[in-house]
C-alpha cells in the first residue's frame, strides 16, 4: 500500500488551521513515525487519512486512488487505524472484541465462523495476551485493551496499521514493550505508521520519520538524519541533547547542566505554550 | 508495491511466537476453559491440534437458550388463554387452539356450549394474546438496538420521537373522527414522520450521534405539545377520554385485522435487524471502531434505526403508547446472554413477548374494570430498573 498525502490542509473553521500543507508518502510495510509538537495536527492528519474528516485542500490518496473513493470495506483491508483512547460501553469479551476485526473479511450479514475466531485466537496469542479471551473487554486495563485493539486490527489483515500516540496510555516499561512490538509487526511484514511523542521510538525503531510542524511536513527521512538536537528543539520549543551512551542514541530533554533552570530563569523555564497557540 | 501478490500479513505460527515480546506468561488457560485446555495441553505436541481450535472448541455455546427462549413466548400465550372470567383449562386451550389450526370442530363435554369456549379462544382473547406478545417483541428488540447503536442505556425505542408522533398522528385522527383502521394508519405515518424529521434535524450536524438523540428529545417534545393542543381543543365528552385512553396503551381494542395490516412491516422489520445483529456488535463498540473494521457506519446504523423505527411506530399503532417495555426488556435479556446481540436480540425478542403478555393478563384479571397497560408497565418497570441500578446488573 501506497499512502501519498499532498498538501493537505484542514481546520474545522476558515479561521483556525489545524493542519497546513502537510506533504509526505509512505509505503508498507515501513514503520514509519510522526513526530510533532501538542496541537499541531496529529490526530487530525490520521482522521484525514481514515476519510473521517474531508481536509479542505490538497489530496490523499492510497494506492492512487483518493481515499474518499475507497468503500470502508476497501479501506480496511488496506488500513486498519488504533485512535488513542477507546472507551467501551459494553462488556463484550475480548475475543469478540478481537473477532470484529474479521467483519471485513466475512460477508456483509454473515456471522464470524470458527475459523475466524480461531484466527482471533491467534493474534491474542501473538501478542501474548490470549489468557484475557474470555475476560469482558470493560474489565482489563487500558494497557491491555491497547494490546487487545492491536490483535483485533490485525485480525482484520490490513497492509498497516495507523496509531494514533499508542504509548500515549501506556507506563513505562509497556511503552517500551510496545517498541519491540513494533519491530516484531515489522518482522512480519505488517506496516505501521503512527504518531508519537518520543524521538527516542524513532531512533531505537531507526525507522523514516517525518517531522509535522504548524507550516507542513518540516522533514523526512531515516530516524537518524531527520531526528537531530536541532529539529528537536524546533518542534518541542526546549533544548534537547542527543547522547550515543554504548550502542543506544537517546533524546535527553533540558539542559545537560540546568534541566530545571534553577540557575537560568530567562530560558521560559516552566511556561508552557502549544503548537496552537504558538504561530509559525 | 503488489497488494494481490503475496500478503503481507502470514498466519502467525503459534508456539515459538506467543508472549516473547510482551512478557506474559502464554501457558496460562484462558479463563472459563479450563478443562478444556487442560485436555487440550497434554495433546499440545500433536500436529494438526493448535491452542487456538482447542480454544474455539473449548467456548461455551448456549444452545440451551434456543429451545427455553422459544417455547417461553408460546407457553405464556397459551397459560394468557386460559385466564378470564369465563373459565377454560389449559388442555382445553391447546385442543381449542390446535382444531383451529387445523379446521376441525371442537367439542367437549366439559362445556355446556362448546363453541362459545372455542370462539372466547379465537376471537375474544387470541388476538389480543397474541398482539401483547407481538407488541412486547417489537418494543423490547426495538430498545436493545437503539440502546446499541446510541451507545446509550437509557435509549428506548421511543428516543427519537415515535410514541408522540404516532400519539399526535392518533389523536388527531380520533378528534377527526376517522375509523380504527385511519387512526391506527395516521399513528403509523406520523410515528414514522417523526423520525423523518428528527434525521431532518439531525443531519445538519456531523456528530449525529449524539445529536440525533437530541433532536429526538426537540421532535418528541414538540409532538408532545401539539397532543395536548388537541386535547385542550378536543369534545371532552366522547373525544377526549378516547384520546386519553389510546394515550395511556390498551389491548382491548385489538382485532387480527389490526394485526394483519402491521404483520408485513413487522415481519420485515425484525427480520432485518436480525440479520444485522453481529453488525450491531461492531456499532455498539464505537463509531471510529466500527468504521476502521470495514463498516459503513451511518448507512448501516441508519438501517437499524430505520426497522427499530418502524418496529415501535405499529406497535404503538396497535396498543397505543405502552413505556418502559423497550427500555427495561433489553436489560433484563443483557443479564442473561451478555450484550452479543447474535444472542441478545432473539432473547429481547422473547423475553418481550412474554414479559408484555403476562403484563397485560394483569391488566384484564386483577380488576373487572380493566387497567391501561401503560400505566402498569411503568409501575413495574420502573422499581424493575432501579433494582438492575441497585444489583449492579446493567451489564454496561
Known amino acids: ?280 | 508495491m503488489e497488494r494481490m501478490g503475496e500478503s503481507p500479513d502470514k498466519r502467525p505460527e503459534t508456539g515459538p511466537d506467543t508472549g516473547r515480546a510482551d512478557g506474559e506468561a502464554p501457558q496460562r488457560a484462558p479463563e472459563g476453559t479450563g478443562t478444556a485446555v487442560a485436555a487440550g495441553s497434554s495433546e499440545a505436541g500433536t500436529p494438526g491440534v493448535s491452542r487456538s481450535a482447542e480454544f474455539v472448541r473449548g467456548r461455551r455455546r448456549m444452545t440451551w437458550l434456543v429451545p427455553l427462549f422459544v417455547a417461553l413466548p408460546i407457553l405464556a400465550v397459551l397459560v394468557s388463554l386460559t385466564i378470564g372470567v369465563y373459565s377454560i383449562s389449559l388442555p382445553d386451550v391447546c385442543r381449542i387452539v390446535w382444531c383451529g389450526i387445523t379446521g376441525t370442530k371442537f367439542t367437549s363435554d366439559a362445556y355446556a356450549n362448546p363453541q362459545l369456549a372455542y370462539n372466547m379462544v379465537w376471537t375474544v382473547r387470541l388476538p389480543r394474546v397474541v398482539a401483547s406478545s407481538l407488541v412486547g417483541a417489537g418494543l423490547g428488540m426495538a430498545g436493545a438496538v437503539f440502546q446499541g447503536v446510541f451507545r446509550n442505556p437509557l435509549a428506548s425505542p421511543y428516543t427519537l420521537g415515535v410514541s408522540n408522533g404516532a400519539g399526535f398522528g392518533a389523536a388527531i385522527a380520533i378528534v377527526l373522527g376517522l375509523s380504527m383502521g385511519f387512526t391506527q394508519g395516521s399513528a403509523i405515518a406520523f410515528g414514522l414522520a417523526s423520525v423523518a424529521l428528527t434525521f431532518a434535524v439531525a443531519s445538519r450536524s456531523s456528530r449525529s450521534n449524539v445529536t440525533l438523540v437530541l433532536a429526538g428529545m426537540l421532535i418528541s417534545s414538540l409532538f408532545s405539545s401539539l397532543v395536548s393542543l388537541i386535547k385542550f381543543v378536543a369534545d371532552p365528552a366522547e373525544k377526549l377520554p378516547q384520546i386519553v385512553y389510546w394515550l395511556m396503551g390498551s389491548f382491548s381494542e385489538v382485532s387480527f385485522d389490526k394485526l394483519v395490516t402491521i404483520l408485513p412491516l413487522y415481519v420485515v422489520s425484525v427480520v432485518v435487524l436480525l440479520c444485522y445483529r453481529w453488525r450491531l456488535n461492531v456499532l455498539s463498540v464505537g463509531d471510529v471502531e466500527a468504521r476502521s473494521f470495514g463498516v459503513n457506519v451511518t448507512r448501516d446504523r441508519n438501517v437499524a434505526i430505520v426497522a427499530a423505527s418502524v418496529i415501535s411506530a405499529v406497535a404503538v399503532s396497535v396498543s397505543g403508547i405502552i413505556g418502559w417495555v423497550g427500555i427495561v426488556v433489553p436489560h433484563l435479556a443483557r443479564m442473561i446472554t451478555g450484550p452479543d446481540y447474535r444472542r441478545l436480540l432473539p432473547v429481547s425478542l422473547s423475553l418481550g413477548a412474554v414479559y408484555l403478555c403476562v403484563i397485560d393478563d394483569v391488566c384484564r384479571a386483577l380488576t373487572t374494570a380493566e387497567i391501561p397497560i401503560g400505566v402498569v408497565t411503568g409501575i413495574i418497570g420502573v422499581p424493575l430498573f432501579l433494582f438492575f441500578i441497585y444489583k449492579k446488573k446493567v451489564n454496561w
Open chain 1, 1 to 280: 500500500m501506497r499512502l501519498t498525502v499532498e498538501d493537505v490542509s484542514f481546520g474545522y473553521d476558515a479561521s483556525r488551521k489545524v493542519l497546513q500543507g502537510m506533504t509526505f508518502t509512505y509505503e508498507s510495510p515501513d514503520v514509519m513515525c510522526l513526530l510533532g509538537s501538542n496541537g499541531v495536527g496529529k490526530s487530525t492528519l490520521l482522521k484525514c487519512i481514515m476519510g473521517e474528516l474531508t481536509p479542505t485542500s490538497g489530496t490523499i490518496l492510497i494506492d492512487g486512488r483518493p481515499v474518499r473513493s475507497y468503500s470502508p470495506r476497501e479501506m480496511a483491508h488496506r488500513v486498519a487505524y488504533i485512535a488513542q483512547t477507546h472507551t467501551p460501553s459494553f462488556s463484550y469479551k475480548v475475543i469478540d472484541v478481537v473477532t470484529m476485526g474479521r467483519t471485513s473479511r466475512i460477508g456483509y450479514l454473515a456471522n464470524p465462523s470458527d475459523s475466524d475466531v480461531q484466527f482471533a485466537y491467534e493474534q491474542l496469542e501473538y501478542l501474548g495476551i490470549e489468557r484475557l479471551a474470555e475476560r469482558p473487554y470493560t474489565d482489563i486495563s487500558g494497557g491491555e485493551r491497547q494490546l487487545v485493539m492491536i490483535a483485533s486490527a490485525l485480525a482484520q489483515q490490513p497492509e498497516a496499521l495507523l496509531l494514533d500516540e499508542p504509548t500515549a496510555h501506556l507506563d513505562f516499561g509497556n511503552q517500551f514493550k510496545f517498541v519491540r512490538l513494533v519491530e516484531r509487526l515489522r518482522e512480519r511484514g505488517m506496516g505501521v505508521l503512527m504518531t508519537t511523542h518520543f524521538p527516542d521510538h524513532a531512533l531505537l525503531l531507526g525507522c523514516t520519520t517525518a517531522i509535522l510542524t504548524n507550516g507542513g511536513v518540516g522533514a523526512q527521512g531515516p530516524a537518524g538524519q531527520v531526528v537531530t538536537e536541532e529539529s528537536l528543539r524546533t518542534i518541542y520549543d526546549i533544548e534537547i541533547n542527543i547522547r550515543d551512551i554504548e550502542r543506544r542514541r537517546v533524546c535527553i530533554p533540558g539542559s545537560m547542566t540546568d534541566p530545571l533552570g534553577r540557575e537560568d530563569r530567562s530560558s521560559g523555564a516552566g511556561k508552557f505554550e502549544t503548537g496552537s497557540t504558538r504561530r509559525p
